[in-house]
């Protein structure tokens, strides 16, 4: 991962004084697995609007496609508020997943402020796991492969989804990083909690949540 090139904590994140354009952008620094922000309950966004929240939402982005990530939640920016970006192309999903799970697993560049998730069915898929939080480890979890989500985009406007497979996949890992939780804890089984570097004797190389 690249070395931010400014980092802010949350109380930095007045606005003050800032364009509300918000041209420039920058690479904010990434929380690993054992900092107090990752293990703690985020907070719910008072107005999806404001123009510091746009700014930490273009901030988050900007640090999710440098560090290849599918995906990044505010508390992995040191930012213990509830609001999660994410992405669920077709080329990071696992090729050998069953194809239940392959079913309408995409999404574009998506922005969830406050979400919520409802699980439509309790049947669970097994998928490998990557997080920018726990960077060189992959784990295999099994979660819920048909939900539905709605949370608010930085205009105030809802945004509601149907998710299967992937997509679905996506959006319960970030939203347990609001909750205080990373993937390991969802494991059933540690002997699948593997170095990155050994994922080509178990799967074929996916992308980082």
Wanted: charged share 25%; hydrophobic share 40%; proline share 8%.
């Amino acid at each position: 991962m690249s070395t931010p090139a400014k980092s802010r904590d949350f109380g930095a994140l007045t606005g003050a004084g800032r364009d509300p354009i918000f041209p420039s952008m920058a690479i904010l620094k990434i929380a690993r697995m054992g900092h107090p922000v990752l293990a703690r309950k985020a907070e719910p966004v008072v107005n999806p609007a404001a123009p510091e929240i746009r700014r930490l939402v273009a901030d988050m982005v900007e640090t999710m496609i440098d560090a290849n990530g599918a995906g990044l939640a505010a508390p992995q920016v040191h930012v213990p508020l509830r609001v999660v970006v994410f992405q669920a192309p077709d080329e990071r999903a696992d090729p050998n997943v069953e194809a239940a799970e392959r079913f309408d697993h995409t999404a574009p560049l998506t922005i969830l402020i406050n979400p919520e998730i409802e699980i439509v069915d309790q049947s669970v898929e097994a998928g490998w796991e990557g997080c920018l939080s726990v960077p060189g480890l992959r784990g295999l979890v099994e979660r819920p492969a048909h939900i539905r989500y709605r949370g608010f985009d930085t205009e105030g406007r809802l945004v509601a989804r149907t998710a299967k497979g992937f997509h679905a996949r996506v959006v319960q890992h970030e939203c347990d990083h609001l909750d205080g939780i990373l993937y390991p804890q969802r494991m059933r089984d540690m002997t699948k909690f593997i170095f990155e570097s050994e994922a080509r004797h178990w799967m074929p190389a996916d992308g980082e949540q």
